[in-house]
């Protein structure tokens, strides 16, 4: 099983700053990675796939890149809609999904 | 716009079993279960492919969940036996627009509103 691993656990950032998530997978998934938007009750949300294509109406500023191992997730301009649990997925393989990060406000 | 709707779940003991549905409205290649629990946060389950209505299991379930479909109206069912304590969490059938068959690799860009099963003694 390919293991995901996001740091940090929990990421407080000011309004209309930039928050930057990370996660790294225990071996090379190329492009193979999707992230998800989780708020309290609901069910996730595809934010982005094969590393960096936004998914239909995610807004420009989340922002995805990376590849093989190392991946970020960044959120320009942070929204007070955006504080939600972010989660990273590999599917190079069956998928697996990293434990998220926490996104509040400063 | 895809919308998919679950139905079922509950409170079981130990050893006990739950069914939950999934009513989806669009045609896909196939309906993926994925649960979230306490223990192990986001897990893919299973998944059943609709062209050769194969089932594919994580570890952690095989031989202990089934899978089934009612082509009339649409819908799957994943049969869940021998609960465990840690099969504790909210479980969601997702629709996957990518999947590769020879690897199991797959995302998901619509998902249930959740099921919630609790096993408790």
């Known amino acids: 099983e390919i293991v995901m691993t996001q740091s940090p656990a929990t990421l407080s950032v000011s309004l209309g700053e930039t928050a930057t998530l990370s996660c790294r997978a225990s071996q090379s998934i190329t492009r193979t990675l999707a992230w998800y938007q989780q708020k309290p009750g609901q069910a996730p949300r595809l934010l982005i796939s094969a590393a960096s294509t936004r998914a239909t109406g995610v807004p420009a500023r989340f922002w995805g890149s990376g590849s093989e191992t190392e991946f970020t997730l960044t959120i320009n301009n942070l929204q007070s809609e955006d504080v939600a649990v972010y989660f990273c997925q590999q599917y190079f393989h069956r998928p697996s999904f990293g434990q998220g990060t926490k996104v509040d406000i400063k | 716009q895809v919308q998919m709707v679950q139905s079922g779940g509950g409170v079981v003991r130990p050893g006990g079993s739950l069914r939950l549905s999934c009513a989806a409205s669009?045609?896909?290649?196939?309906i993926h279960w994925v649960r979230q629990t306490p223990a192990r946060g986001l897990e893919w389950v299973a998944v059943?492919?609709?062209?050769?209505?194969?089932?594919l299991f994580a570890d952690s379930v095989q031989g202990r969940f089934t899978l089934s479909r009612d082509k009339s109206n649409n819908t799957v069912f994943l049969q869940m036996n021998s609960l465990r304590l840690e099969d504790t969490g909210v479980y969601y059938c997702?629709?996957?627009?990518?999947?590769?068959?020879?690897?199991?690799?797959?995302?998901?860009?619509?998902w249930g509103q959740g099921s919630r099963v609790a096993v408790s003694s």
């Open positions: 669009f045609s896909s290649l196939g």
């Open positions: 059943i492919l609709f062209d050769d209505n194969r089932e």
């Open positions: 997702a629709r996957a627009p990518y999947y590769d068959a020879l690897t199991g690799g797959a995302y998901f860009d619509d």
